[in-house]
């Protein structure tokens, strides 16, 4: 027997009708971005590896454990993207978008990859919804893209989400920050493996899930009380922004996020419906990031929303997703020159702007009518070969049972006025 295949660990078909979901996700996400001035961007799905090393952050556990990396045919490190950013970064970067007008809007969605242990709303290959402004650290723009993240969310039904933030500091304040917190971290009973990271990534220990962990940071200095005074005046203004838009949010002191290009305003979208994790949607402000990646100066705030997280989100929640109605009108011929009279017929009607699907594959009444109930069609046109001659079919509502005949000159028009 030949082998058959599954598709790879950790990764999972999207097949209609869910499909129609992740579509409806992704288009109102998109469309607060899309009002707001945003323009749309495709990178590659994967880049050179040191861009990810250098712009995530060679301590993180995406960039230590997560990517899928390769060598190609011709010895380039490349790796799949894990996310969208630093991509998104490294394109204005080489384009030079930072000399045109300020800021640069973009937004993206597509298929990222990390390797990571499988479990629900935890993926390998998962799907994004993004969005960067680059250029200017005005503090209005952090509070425009926190509310248009808000907004998608609420335009989607969900009443769950919560928004979470913190400020990181900058160059200047962070080290500061990072000291102390490494100083009272090396005070702590850890083991080996954490106390390793306290050398290289302090502000993620923070984010360490273990109970053991957790209750000896009760007392763990907080980001808040080292912001220098550039760093607190940006957050103010980020927050009377906010409270100005309407927007609600908790501050979350201890808020750190799994790559290290963030400075200032970080936060998170939060959900209580996602399995083992919370985080339904992410981001903060990079302005460092363009310098890392070898760019001059150029900051920038932006985030990313889990499509998938948010679809099971709104199962938890049991919100309903609108259901686009994939057939209208379902064509049933009977006999070979029915059938081609009725590919015309059907291709007229979708060219209208009805959605009409046809019984292909040559079946017998009883199994093309089975086929139009199953299609979720609310009419059905019957034609046989003998109906050519008198120019008359059959139309049928699906929902009464009701049937007229139709003069099949005039069946588009017909169907139209049933259909509105
Ligand atoms: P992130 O927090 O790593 O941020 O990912 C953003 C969102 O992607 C998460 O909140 C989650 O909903 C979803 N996500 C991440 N990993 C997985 C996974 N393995 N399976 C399913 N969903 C996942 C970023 O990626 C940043 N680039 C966001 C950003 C944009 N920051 C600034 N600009």
Not at 62 to 71: G, I, N, Q, R, T
Not at 200 to 219: G, I, T, Y
Not at 280 to 293: A, C, F, I, P, Q
Request: with cysteine.
């Amino acid at each position: 027997m030949t082998q058959s295949f599954q598709g790879p660990k950790g990764t999972f078909d999207l097949l209609p009708p869910d499909s129609e979901l992740w579509l409806h996700v992704r288009e109102a996400m998109a469309a607060p971005l899309r009002t707001a001035g945003y323009g749309y961007i495709e990178t590659p799905v994967f880049e050179d590896t040191a861009l990810f090393e250098r712009g995530v952050g060679e301590s993180t556990d995406v960039v230590s454990k997560e990517m899928y990396s390769f060598v190609t045919r011709g010895d380039d490190r490349v790796t799949l993207r894990p996310e969208g950013t630093a991509g998104v970064v490294r394109s204005a970067v080489q384009h030079r978008l930072y000399a045109g007008q300020l800021p640069v809007k973009l937004w993206y969605s597509g298929s990222f990859f990390r390797y990571e242990r499988p479990q629900a709303g935890r993926y390998r290959h998962f799907s994004q919804v993004g969005a960067e402004a680059l250029g200017l650290d005005d503090p209005a723009l952090d509070a425009e893209l926190v509310a248009l993240g808000v907004r998608a969310f609420a335009d989607l039904g969900l009443r769950e989400v919560r928004l979470l933030m913190n400020s990181l500091g900058d160059a200047t304040c962070r080290p500061v920050y990072r000291a102390r917190l490494q100083e009272f971290l090396r005070s702590l009973d850890l083991d080996a493996e954490t106390r390793r990271r306290v050398e290289l990534n302090p502000l993620r220990v923070l984010d360490d899930k273990r109970p053991e962990v957790q209750a000896q940071l009760a007392d763990a200095p907080v980001v808040a009380d080292s912001l220098c005074d550039a760093c607190r005046a940006h957050y103010a203004a980020v927050r009377g922004h906010l409270a100005d838009l309407g927007v609600d949010w908790a501050e979350a002191p201890r808020l750190v996020r799994g790559l290290d290009y963030y400075t200032r305003t970080t936060f998170e979208f939060q959900h209580d419906g996602l399995g083992a994790q919370s985080a339904v949607g992410g981001g903060g402000r990079y302005d460092g990031l363009s310098e890392d990646v070898g760019g001059p100066p150029m900051p920038g705030i932006g985030w990313a929303l889990g499509v998938d997280r948010t679809v099971l989100a709104m199962r938890a929640e049991g919100v309903e997703a609108p259901v686009s109605s994939r057939c209208d009108v379902y064509a049933v011929p009977l006999g070979a020159e029915a059938k081609r009279r009725l590919l015309v017929l059907v291709d007229e009607l979708r060219r209208s702007g009805i959605a009409a699907d046809l019984a292909f594959g040559d079946r017998g009444l009883k199994g093309a009518m089975k086929g139009a109930d199953r299609s979720g069609a609310r009419l059905a046109v019957v034609v046989g070969d003998r109906d050519l001659e008198t120019g008359v079919g059959q139309l049928k509502d699906l929902a009464t049972g009701e049937q007229v005949a139709v003069p099949l000159d005039d069946v588009v028009a017909v169907i139209r006025e049933k259909l509105t």
